[in-house]
């Protein structure tokens, strides 16, 4: 039986030099054997990496989350980051609390990418026994937009041309839509449309009644919103003086209108003294013939010579507004 036993055994095994002796047999099995185990147990102690969903995406950064096994050795891991599969750059290196051999989410934050670009990124962890890249994924950043206005405030009546640019992939011939909510700021919806040029640049002209907000969206994927940006609207006023020569003392009629009406409000009837303005006089705002307008009226007594206006304060639906000047020289 027992060489029986051997010679079944001894089948399995490849001869060296065309012969093997019994112990030296049971030698070479052993080792073998033993290098069989050694070699598994550094593959299964190398660690495994799986590259999850990026969140919290925006113009120019993202939250890369995956998961590590350490598979029972002290690892590390980094995110690798790029335009291409050739990534290029990386998150810092950061170590596992864990050392046992069971998955631990992970995750980093990138920043300072460019808006509307594609990126890939994967996870890599390493250990003493060898290193695990996870597969590749990608991510797409928000697209930017900007939004500004020229002038701004702008007076009653007036046009302010809201321009920008979008900034990422699709960026040239973008549709963009123009969103207005004028004051009190309870209703916004969208007011005007437009295409972006081959540059991502685009124009809106408006002529706003009151303070307005507006913001713009470009139809990009991911699509893009700007900011809020307040266009605030100035009160129109018109000043007429009876004569800008007057005798030192005479009384000189100061009549103009307000757009839109006030009625109830004063202007400040001012004077300009070195390098500021003081009011000599207020007038009250009263109903005019004109719908949706007022006007003022009232006598000064001119002492001096010098550059006279009216003002009026904001309000919450208007910007302060200020006339043109007159000028008066004392005979």
Known sequence: MTGAGTTRASQNVPLVGGMLRSGAWRGALAAGVIAVAVAGDAAAAVPSASTGAARSVTQSSALLTGSVNPNGQPTTYAFQYGTTRGYGAATPTQGQNAHGNKNVAVSAGVAGLSPGTTYHYRLVATNASGTKAGGDRTVTTQSGISLAARPSPVVFGSTTLLSGQVVGARAAGARIT??????????????????ADGAGRFLFARRPGFNTQ?????ATRPSATSGVLTVRVRVKLTLRVGTIRPSSGQRVSFRGTATPAHNGRFV???RLQGRAWHTIRRALLTQSGTPFVSAFSARVRITRSGLYRVRIAHDADHEAGISSSRGMRLR
């Open 214 to 218: 507006y913001q713009v969206i470009a």
């Open 268 to 270: 400040l009837i001012q």
């Open 178 to 195: 123009l969103r207005e909510n004028p004051f009190p700021f309870t209703r916004t919806r969208a007011v005007a449309t437009t295409r």
